[in-house]
Nanobody, 120 residues
Framework: QVQLVESGGGLVQPGGSLRLSCAASGSILSINAMGWYRQAPGKQRELVAS??????HYADSVKGRFTISRDNGKNTVYLQMNSLKPEDTAVYYC???????????????WGQGTQVTVSS
């Protein structure tokens, strides 16, 4: 159906930057929203940023530091993360609301997650 492959995580010092990418593949008829969630140890998964029809939404904790963008031709979503803080450390998951061949409606899909560690 739909597979999401993330890349771009890693270790970065406080104040540094990282860019995450997530490519959706499969027999996809349409993609609605795409977004990024994160989950830190001992905490619930939370929405970081989402994009739908060019409109973006950000968690208050990342506003002004993170930017989400999307390449519709490549079914890819990006998350540019600047001014990273230790509290941004988490596993980041890509999420996609897509309509694949064989289904009668949209469904949610998740990537495998990529670790982002902000530490000196």
């Amino acid at each position: 159906q739909v597979q999401l492959v993330e890349s771009g995580g890693g270790l970065v010092q406080p104040g540094g930057s990282l860019r995450l990418s997530c490519a959706a593949s499969g027999s996809i008829l349409s993609i609605n929203a795409m977004g990024w969630y994160r989950q830190a140890p001992g905490k619930q998964r939370e929405l970081v940023a989402s994009i739908i029809s060019g409109n973006t939404h950000y968690a208050d904790s990342v506003k002004g530091r993170f930017t989400i963008s999307r390449d519709n031709g490549k079914n890819t979503v990006y998350l540019q993360m600047n001014s990273l803080k230790p509290e941004d450390t988490a596993v980041y998951y890509c999420n996609c609301n897509a309509w694949p061949v064989g289904l009668s409606n949209y469904a949610n899909y998740w990537g495998q997650g990529t670790q982002v560690t902000v530490s000196s």
